[in-house]
């Protein structure tokens, strides 16, 4: 509901472009530094304890959005919902800890296409709204509500959660609890020093593996899985460049009002959200190869942005934001798998976080180049994405065994 309108209402509060891709990278800047560190806590807190901080924090942040009267609150606003959310991301990482890794893509799947869902209804309901006086305001409170509703079910279901560690650090865990023990059991005389000694390491523990986590990041991004983090961030681009001013866009290229532009981001959402029904098929027909859909899909983005920039009728519009809804919702499914394949061991949640550290500075590298190309021309955003999504393609094709996970050209689920 908001999120697709957030270009048009800070144009409104009086920001140019410029300042506009400013105000956005804001948001990109907090995701950068918090996703790792959400993903952390998730593995060692528990899911359902980290969900709920985030709902709710997402949550006020959307609750302050629509109270804002100028550039400064609408900036203010982004602080908490690009701290806190990872609601997406930690339920993915929940997600990969419960099934097979042959079934992961199926299951990821489903579950974008559950989430996409809300991309049908939400921007009808925000473009219609966003007309109304005050209705960004309206739109911004039925969102904060909507969060509040989400907290309520998460706090209401029951749950059985599995142990979220890596198998390294649950044996390091069971070691140390061992050697606790056997030192308890040779030195009785001094039951409150180890209990103190105890206590202790339970309270350091947390945010020693957080440190460590983060040690290990620059290994992570710049070792054996660089490829594919650089090729995740160029495709966030590439997609954050076409959705950054499509509202906008529509309406100085063609006149499309937003209500309409709420019904195509709609309709498209709801083609696309058949990509996670038609990844059952697909998977099978690529025998598995999530590497091979995630490079065909890639092309089909690339092909659609050049579409997408260069038509001069609103026919050509729809065709193309149908069938990208479609491809970028593949290519983030098969994406998210390939990483945690050539990840193998690592602990789910660390390394999706990892992951939506890249995409965040893809936000905000995004707002910045789309703010500052749109100047030019309203076709200069898609143009560029199309762009990166090309060089995207080359590293992929380039790097093909490494993608595969072991160099035989066979993935691990299969």
């Not at 479609?326 to 061991?345: I, M, W, Y």
Request: hydrophobic share 50%; aromatic share 8%.
């Amino acid at each position: 509901m908001v999120v697709p309108l957030l270009s048009l209402h800070v144009k409104s509060l009086g920001a140019s472009p410029t300042v506009a891709g400013i105000v956005g990278s804001t948001y990109g800047i907090l995701q950068l530094f918090s996703s790792t560190l959400v993903g952390c806590w998730s593995d060692m807190v528990g899911r359902r304890s980290s969900l709920l901080v985030c709902i709710l924090f997402s949550a006020l942040g959307y609750l302050i959005l629509g109270a804002a009267t100028n550039v400064f609150l609408f900036a203010l606003a982004r602080v908490p919902v690009g701290i806190f959310k990872h609601t997406l991301s930690i339920s993915r990482a929940l997600l990969s800890d419960l099934v097979t890794e042959k079934e992961r893509p199926l299951v990821i799947g489903k579950f974008n296409t559950a989430s996409g869902m809300g991309f049908i209804l939400g921007p009808m309901v925000g473009g219609y709204l966003t007309e109304l006086d005050g209705g960004f305001y309206v739109t911004s409170v039925i969102c904060f509500s909507v969060f509040i509703l989400n907290a309520g079910l998460v706090w209401l279901f029951p749950w059985s959660e599995v142990k979220l560690n890596t198998r390294k650090t649950g044996l390091q865990l069971r070691s140390n609890h061992a050697f606790s023990r056997k030192t308890a059991h040779q030195a009785q005389d001094a039951p409150v020093a180890l209990e103190t000694s105890a206590r202790e390491r339970n309270i350091w523990r947390p945010w020693i593996e957080v440190a460590s986590t983060l040690r290990d990041m620059k290994s992570l991004l710049f070792s054996e899985m660089w490829d594919i983090f650089l090729v995740r961030l160029l495709m966030a681009m590439a997609v954050l460049l076409y959705h950054s001013n499509f509202v906008l866009a529509l309406e100085e290229r063609f006149g499309v009002r937003p209500r309409t532009t709420g019904y195509l981001i709609s309709y498209s959402s709801a083609l696309g959200a058949l990509a996670g029904c038609a990844l059952g098929p697909l998977t099978r027909l690529y025998k598995h190869n999530s590497y091979l859909i995630l490079l065909h899909s890639s092309l089909l983005t690339f092909t659609l942005l050049l579409l997408y920039a260069a038509a001069h009728t609103v026919l050509l519009v729809v065709v193309s934001s149908t069938l990208l809804s479609f491809s970028t919702a593949l290519g983030r499914t098969c994406l998210t798998d390939v990483q945690l394949t050539v990840g193998k061991a690592r602990a789910s949640g660390t390394l999706i976080g990892v992951g939506q550290s890249v995409t965040a500075v893809g936000r905000i590298i995004a707002p910045l180049l789309s703010g500052l190309v749109q100047e030019l021309s309203p076709c200069g955003p898609p143009s560029l994405g199309a762009a990166l999504a090309l060089v995207a393609i080359f590293i992929m094709s380039r790097k093909k065994p490494h993608y595969n996970g072991n160099g035989s050209g066979k993935l691990k689920s299969e």
